[in-house]
């Protein structure tokens, strides 16, 4: 699960193993060959057949980490897509005496229509509840498969699946389900790269920023789930042609331990990982589980612990994992790193912010001046607490328009409200004339309203520049394909936008390990990348020094100027208040307590009284 | 978090050197001319652990028997013993590995129904012979999927064991019977096989059994039969017939002891049974029990087996269970049909199996006919009784021990089966022995 | 009736799983191998002890052992991973269920063990016409005491009042001067407990084998997930519902086969509708 910014080095390692691993598994059948003539007593062909069950287990983790190390989902009933997918091949061969290798053809059919029915009920939960849910899911396919006697046959399962003449050695054997395991990894890699893996990698880092940028999470976990059991279900089928049967015990819950225990052990952040995993397991179990069966399940379960508790990142990780613990040795040796130190406001280039042509406006038929946003009546109560009533507010195109109010005036739920993270329980939100009133979260930021909240959100373990870039993907719409390099698109103009902002030398790095005035630099980025016409600012300087605080503010004040951005923002900071807004609306307990000019706000006495001297200050 | 880390080291460097060490451990003896394995791939653990256990030692007795006795062809044999945790897919990568990788001379089927359903492919792929000792539905050896030519039943079949319950409840004059079977397929194939063959030993009699749909308890099994038990008494059954075994028994009899200890006597029950299943509850094994069963050493004394008995018990501290007594029998007839064969080949090996007779530790001699290769082996019926201090557990009395060729399924039956001629309407999912055209007439 | 006992036992063994995941927000895989432990040492303390002391012995050294176990586990694994994403906590727990179930299978053997029940439990009732045992009249009674003990805990003790904040929000307890890391292993040892009892009720009445851990596990989560993770009452409501519906189903023609099936479909419908359960709270 962790996604560690790979150097240049470092991808020609990775591709030096990728070739390592092809080439590895072309020459399984003569390195088995080779070995047999050595040793007259072994059997080469059993080393064949681990090769193919672990190739067929490959598969089936690989399609596994499509949701667990792309989408962070944890599912308890991938066995069950994989029992489908092998009983499809089973079922339609002894019904209808279709040959395996047409069955083969018609199981990512299966698995995917299973998958997408199952996977609507499942998502309707989130995290440990969607996997409780696929739990149940799991448990019910096992049950009909067990007991639907008519149908499954039952707990005898389904026996006698012939194969075709030419592969029934298991050498031939092998070189089918290698290919179909080939085709399917490179399928899986090009989508994980791709711009709809990369709204995944998003929705992992932080659904809620995810949503705020325009990405419709529900339906990308749905996407996901139903590819990942398509291919499970391709893995089952080819598990049905390598064994001849299909049985129902594949389909219990806690099968699912194999494909992700091989996750684990290969690492869940890399691509290849669950494949290296794979074949550690298989020869693993082989060895232990024949010398020291009766210790094997501890054995396992302490490796487990080990990897759980130390190495996380799992094999793939094991060079990191060994490169930090020699600096731990060597202290003094230590390479140089970049710190951030949080302050690349010091280093913003103004000028150059409002030249990026990634920062521009989106159209909206709303002149300059006429309302943009509008607000009537809006209500919200948690329980008895009224947090927002009957809200009525405009806000005019082009302008900057400040929200102050003390705590619990109720400025981030009204955000909230706007920006859908919230339901209202009354009232309306118009936008450019637009009924946008209880939208989900990625409609609105699609239909042009940017956010950047008040915690920081950003996706902590994407590099700075994947940020940017998957910020821009994903509101430009792109990141339904499932093909091209997501890393590669936006680049240029993510850069540029980096770079203006102060943060060109941090764009390599993880954005979750950059100081915090920094991080809230990147939350800002994203939010003025998204080519919003109205951007929400939550306490956009929230924990920036002074210096960096009003750089921000002026930053933004141009921006806005220039690329016809509207600003609605919310700020303690009364300093920032009135320097950058051109309307301020006062909330208090909930309700609008007054709207005008800075000047006229400044004036006001009910304003001053609920701000006791604080004003004065400022005057 | 250091010292953690050095912990990984040492547990890696461990789990390293256990590769490395799991190699070669040829320990050949020199008045052998090598050694040769014998597979088996059992439940030492879940559900069947206990029978697992005890083939285990039938087994690993047969096989010092054999090597004190200059063993196979001048070799050595070494048993090659894997547990499978009575799961299906693990019984099938052992099978695999026991073939493949240990090339084991010859194999011995695995505990349940299933498992030998999966593993038996692997096998006659492989040409290598499979002795079934244990599993026993009938399906194994007559359904046409399944067929192998490797594989020989020294067990008695499902068919059987059905017609020895079905003859024996057929002379108890009773009624009305409640029906408790595993939802496997040697549950329903036995359970098939114990109705049919009671209408048939019982022609005139009409019998009331509960609803067929509930004859069945399906999987996973509940460790609780509190409704089963109060199904019963509101059935008011003159018999309980029951076909299940290992941990359901034992949780089965342990329960209705407690809610009536003289449930028994009230609801009289005719199961089948194991010296396993006594074993497990002792003294508390309810005594009045209808039992069937497949070897029980004291029922089938002979100068052999009480040879056999007091030299297993020296060794395993523990008698030997009905397992345990046909997976020695089925050593022994692979070992004297190799012998003879002179050779591991197994298609020669067969040809010394098929059609030949071989002495049984249960006292008779037993033939293995061609076509489903089955043994005509008997079944033990009778009733638990007090063992008086000589067993831990109880024996049965009025045993009588029904010989083989009166329950072995007909030539014609067999044949209409592995020719499919048993299907409703061609769907192979129907095949059963009642819808074959010689059963009907 | 015989719904109601298998509940009994059910409620037990689900309402620590449920307890824990509520205060430590940790799906523990391990529950059902501290429930083994329990059964198998309870077995053994009482075989040993015989029939007039064993069972209540047994109870206490399962309790003792069990709960000592869980500590461990607290300490060596969970405390680790309580920052971590759920799938680290599964596995963690999960890595410990290998363990466990391959070290009680090499220290007890892969024999079944049974025990009877303490004398006074013995004996068995008629009620309207069928007999039950007084046996799972002591488990259902046994359960009720467990689950209005549970309740005063929670409610009536200085402890309860820290788990409940727990429950709402540990970070807010941490700030208020409470040693959360020490009040999270008492709450797991509480669920070990738990886990232990239940171990411990059915011991006297069925056989007590290495593959008892994963049979109750999954029926378990049914339970405390309809019920609602947390909620004492939730998972006493899902026991007796889980208990009924698998009784009922066995015996009944038309459910025979699908019995589990139910359970399940329940458990989908509950997590769709109202995925914090019948009795839980939603969580924000």
Known sequence: MITRYLGPADARIRWGIAAFFILFAAAVPPLAGLYGQLNPDISSRFEIYLATSAMILALWAISYNLMLGYAGMVSFAHAAYFGIGAYTVGLLFQRYHLPVLEGLLLTPIAGALVGLATGLVALRAVRLYFSL????????????????????????????????????????????????????????????????????????????????????????????YTLASTFAAIAGGLFAVFQQEAYPEMLYWTQNAQPVVVALLGGTGSFLGPAIGAFIYTVLQNTLSKNYANQFDIILGAIVLVVVLIVPGGFASLPQFLTNLRNRFRREEEPARIESTG???????????????????????????????????????????????????????????????????????????????????????????????????????????????????????????????????????????????????FRAEAMELIEAVGLGRYAALPAGQLGHGDQRAIELAISLALGSRLVLLDEPTAGMSQYE????????????????????????????????????????????????????????????KIYLGELEEIA | MFRLTKLFAVATAGALLAVACGGGNNTTTSSFKGTKKVGYSGALSGQSQLYGHAISQGLKLGIDDINAKGGVNGYKLEPDIQDDTTDVAKAKDNTTQLILQ????????????????????????????????????????????????????????????????????????????????????????????????????????????????????????????????????????????????????????????????????????????????????????PLGMHAYMRAPFFALSNSKMDDFVKRYHDKYNEYPSDWAVMDYDAIQVWAQAANKAGTFDSDKVLKQIVGHSFASLRGYSFTIRPGDQQANVGETVGTTADSAGKYPFPILKDYTNLKGDQLIMPVTLMTELQQGKCEKNGDPKTTDFANCPSWKT | MGGLSNAAYLFIVAVGLSLVFGALRVINMAHGSLYMIAAFVTVVVANRLGLALGFWVGLLAAVIVTGAVGVLIEIVVLRRVYREEHLIQLLGTYAVTLIVAGAVRIIFGSNYRTMSPPQLFSGSLSLAGYRYSVYSLFMIGAAIMIAVGVN???????????????????????????????????????GAGLAALGGVIVAPSQAVGTSMDSDVLVLAFAISVIGGLGSIIGSAVGAVLVGEIYSFGLVNPYTNQFALAFVFIIMTAVLTIRPWGLFGRAEQ
């Open chain 2, 102 to 285: 240990d090339n084991v001379a010859v194999l011995f089927g695995p505990v349940t129904s299933a498992q030998c359903a999966a593993t038996s492919p692997v096998a006659k792929q492989n040409k290598v012979i499979t002795i079934a000792a244990t599993c026993n539905s009938f399906q194994l050896t007559t359904e046409p999927d399944l067929l192998n030519p490797y594989w020989v039943s020294i067990v008695p079949n499902t068919y059987m064991e059905g017609n020895a319950a079905g003859n024996l409840v057929a002379k108890l004059g009773v009624k009305k019977i409640f029906i408790v079977s595993p939802k496997y397929l040697f549950g329903t194939s036995e359970t098939n096989a114990f109705v049919a063959s009671l209408k048939k030993a019982a022609p005139t009699a009409s019998f009331t059994f509960n609803d067929p749909a509930t004859w069945y308890v399906p999987f996973p099994t509940n460790p609780r039969w509190d409704a089963t038990l109060t199904a019963i008494q509101g059935f008011g059954p003159d018999l309980v017939y029951s076909n299940i075994f290992a941990a359901d028994q034992v949780n089965f009899v342990k329960q209705a002891l407690l809610v009536n200890p003289q449930w028994f006597q009230k609801y009289p029950m005719t199961t089948l049974s194991s010296i396993d299943d006594f074993n497990a509850l002792g003294a508390s094994y």
């Open chain 3, 152 to 190: 005063l805990m929670l409610y009536r003790t200085a402890l309860g009042r820290n788990i409940r904040a727990a429950v709402s929000d540990s970070e807010l307890l941490s700030a208020s001067g409470v040693n959360v890391a020490r009040l999270f292993t008492t709450v797991f040892a509480i």
């Open chain 1, 549 to 608: 605080t009003q750089k921000a503010m002026e930053l933004v004040r141009q921006v806005a100027a220039e690329k016809g951005l509207t600003l609605l923002f919310c700020e303690h900071d009364m300093e920032v208040v009135f320097g950058t807004a051109r309307t301020v609306t006062v909330m208090y307990l909930g309700r609008v307590l007054t709207q005008g000019t800075p000047e006229e706000i400044r004036r006001n006495p009910e304003v001053r």
């Open chain 1, 343 to 489: 302050e690349a406001m010091r280093e913003a280039d103004l000028a150059r912010v409002v030249q990026v042509q990634a920062v521009q406006a989106a159209d909206t038929p709303v002149e300059r001046g006429e309302p943009l946003l509008v607000i009537q009546d809006l209500s919200k109560s948690f329980g008895g607490l009224r947090a927002v009533q009957n809200v009525d507010l405009t806000v005019h195109a082009g302008d900057r328009h400040a929200i102050i109010g003390p705590n619990g005036a109720g400025k981030s739920t009204l955000f909230n409200l706007i920006s859908g993270r919230l339901k209202p329980d009354s009232g309306k939100v118009l936008f450019g004339g637009r009924d946008i009133t209880g939208k989900p979260p990625h409609l609105i930021a699609k239909a042009g309203i940017g956010r950047a909240f008040q915690i920081t959100m950003i996706f902590p373990k994407l590099t700075v520049l994947q940020n940017l870039q998957y910020a821009m993907l994903a509101h430009r719409g792109y990141t339904t394909r499932p093909f091209g390099f997501a890393n590669r698109m």
């Open chain 1, 133 to 224: 849910l696929t739990l149940a899911i799991s448990q019910l396919l096992f049950t009909i498969a067990f007991n639907w006697v008519a149908v499954t046959g039952g707990d005898n399962g389904v026996h006698g699946i012939t194969i075709p003449d030419q592969l029934s050695d298991y050498t031939p054997l092998y070189y089918f389900v290698a290919g179909v395991v080939g085709l399917c990894l490179i399928v899986m890699f090009v989508i994980t790269r791709s711009p709809f893996g990369a709204a995944l990698a998003a929705i992992r880092e932080n659904r809620e920023r995810a949503r705020s940028i325009g990405i419709n999470v529900k339906m990308y976990e749905l996407a996901v």
